[in-house]
């Protein structure tokens, strides 16, 4: 019997979880079971949600709050469509509003899995189309782009491509608008981005925010596509994770997608509620065909505790999918001073993405991207960045000195 | 200028509220304003977030995690288009990640509401198509259908129907399978209800889950709509409330939609993170477009608190928007017992939704269906229950001894 799997982790004082456990195993599938007839549950039998684990934390002394079970169970496929929303209400759907419970985990079938092609590019697509495989990739984000006119929006774009990073991507507060409709400034920064390719040598990925009704994203992808776009940048949370599959999984669509995590701290950040980040994430959104996933950092303001991070990425990467990887980009906070650790945190297959840290840099935008760029290098040749920083690199030197240096 | 406005909850033992809500107001609009040139300045006013409100709450002697703020925002509805991915993506997009904060109430300009038609039906619409216009409503539930053949969801409904509800709906967890797909089981349990009127005298609406992939939930739709569907059911949050919007606002789909509140439980519960079950279950799901809206009632087991039910109540039936209201269906838990409570609680127009207490009753499925209504009937005509439930009433009588009577 083929099943999907969901793992929650249970906060209760005093509860029987193996109990709770069967209760939910047999609430979520069959309804009831020990009220059925002998022949009757031998039809059943197949629909049966089936209690796989459970661990039970219960600490000496634990206080009220602290007592936790980590509950597995397996729901056979046969139950549910395959697609997400089908799968999430079947394990997440009711139960999430009965007590203290959080979806931890989730375990996908063979089965389940057919009708996910995954991401279109995934890590190595996106290194083949950029021609970079031996380092880590460099991102900049556009800062304050609402109510910028489109040379304005050149003009940020320029400066962020000229100081040699791989990808830029879209703010994901710009949506469709008078000033820079998407197809206008996917054409304007794609030329940029041609003149600028001439004096850095390097291609560049520009990720534009697909935004509008859920009815007419396909046609504004193929707009963007049309006007030269290479990339799109895409707020799955706020649409639901099977727009983003049938978007990746459709064949005119044929640029990387780039998931934004907006929203997503509704649902994660709790102990005790609702999904963990490494499900949203990460399994959700590489099984949904996100080819590159942004997440809030552990290294800035707006952190994410540092197992979780290596969570997100665990599965993002993992070779147990038979589907392409997702590249991990975390995000916010990120300055040069800190890629050596984010390198040691995520290995070369990882985006350094940045905003404030190259828009904030003291000489410019374009200097920016070069500070990363050098530490990058310093990094990749095993050198200290304070020894790179010499009068060579002068641009590293300012962001050690504006943020901090190595960690 | 024309703007939502979002309320927040803050949570911080030391922050400076004031300045922590300026800096959203700047950081989610236009990314910076003190570092602005001044003719800069007057070209992005228009864009500029406006901090409209900040209290703090900081009551004596308070313990950590005791200290908040109730912060209100204006955002100007030129920076975003008028669809609710996007105001969510404004508004609690990035800060959804940053500390603990919880996303309250949102509010709506003239200007943004123009692009919602709002519930194409409500509860007049509702009452109209039923005949009802004097009394609460009652719906029941299939339970366990997961495995059953057409002939038993057949049988089932036919139980549900002849013990006199108004509205049957789909278990959420039924999903497209060859045993009952859609047009089969809208085309055998209509014909059921017909034959069920005549005895019962009724009409009843039959409320068919609406799955599969979203861009083939239209077609569903018409599928069920061709075959004689009066209703849908829909999982709107593992979707997106743009697809519910777009499903509701499609002239074609000329039925009342149900929206059920599967994983609403991943966002409200927290009271430090998330969106308030006001909000998800109330204010959105009414400007997408729900005729009716499921929530967990405060009476059983998977309870929300009384005053989270009045509030999602009052955002569904407030008089103060420009579209229809939404029906309230308080949910779980739900015995005859209750409905005096519920009337009070809720009104005239409510649906009393029951799953265990009707297919639970002691003298079985149809029983108690007719002890709902005779409950109903007692509380309209101002009998305590205990008096209605005499020799003319067995089947009330028989369910206040099973689940206890008035509270």
Redo the contacts between chains.
């Keep these: 019997m083929s099943s999907c799997t969901a793992t929650y982790r249970l906060y209760d004082d005093k509860a029987d979880f193996r109990k709770k456990a069967e209760s939910i195993a047999v609430g979520?599938?069959?309804?009831?079971w020990t009220e059925l007839p002998q022949a009757k549950r031998e039809?059943?039998q197949?629909?049966l949600g089936q209690v796989l684990q459970v661990d039970v934390h219960e600490p000496e002394g634990a206080q009220p709050g602290e007592r936790f079970a980590d509950v597995t169970i397996a729901y056979p496929d046969?139950?549910?469509?395959k697609?997400?929303?089908?799968l999430?209400?079947?394990v997440?759907?009711?139960?999430?509003?009965?007590g203290?419970?959080k979806?931890t985990k989730l375990g996908f079938s063979d089965d389940y899995l057919s009708s996910f092609p995954g991401p279109k590019y995934g890590i190595q697509g996106i290194r083949d189309i950029l021609g970079v495989h031996d380092r880590p990739m460099l991102m900049s984000i556009f800062?304050?782009?609402?109510?910028l006119n489109i040379d304005e929006l050149r003009d940020q774009f320029t400066k962020q491509a000229l100081g040699g990073v791989d990808l830029i991507k879209d703010?994901?507060?710009l949506?469709?608008?008078e000033l820079t409709p998407i197809e206008k400034r996917v054409e304007v920064c794609l030329k940029a981005a041609e003149a600028a390719s001439r004096e850095t040598g390097k291609k560049l990925l520009y990720a534009a925010n697909l935004?509008?009704?859920?009815?007419s994203l396909k046609s504004q992808a193929l707009k963007a596509i049309d006007a030269g776009a290479n990339a799109l940048l895409f707020?799955v949370l706020?649409?639901?994770y099977?727009?983003l599959?049938?978007l990746s999984s459709d064949p005119e669509i044929t640029v990387p997608i780039a998931a934004?995590?907006?929203?997503?701290?509704?649902?994660y950040?709790?102990q005790?509620?609702?999904?963990s980040a490494s499900v949203l994430l990460g399994q959700l959104m590489r099984l949904a065909g996100a080819d590159l996933v942004l997440f809030?950092s552990p290294y800035g303001?707006?952190t994410?505790p540092r197992e979780e991070n290596m969570a997100i990425r665990d599965e993002l990467i993992t070779s147990t999918l038979p589907i392409r990887t997702s590249m991990p980009v975390p995000s916010a906070g990120i300055h040069p001073g800190l890629v050596p650790l984010i390198l040691r945190d995520f290995g070369q297959d990882v985006v350094v993405n940045a905003g404030g840290g190259i828009h904030g840099h003291p000489m410019g935008t374009e200097a920016g991207g070069r500070a990363f760029v050098q530490a990058i290098e310093a990094a990749q040749r095993g050198i200290r960045l304070a020894e790179y920083a010499d009068a060579t690199h002068p641009e590293l030197k300012a962001a050690l000195e504006a943020w901090g240096g190595e960690r």
Tied chains: 1, 2.
């Design positions: 979520m599938t069959v309804g009831s039809s059943m197949k629909h046969v139950n549910f469509s697609d997400i929303p089908a999430l209400v079947t997440f759907g009711k139960i999430s509003m009965d203290r419970i979806l800062k304050s782009v609402i109510g703010d994901e507060i949506f469709e608008n935004t509008g009704r859920t009815s707020n706020s649409y639901g099977d727009v599959h049938e934004h995590p907006a929203l997503a701290g509704a649902y950040p709790s005790h509620y609702g999904i809030p303001s707006v994410m």
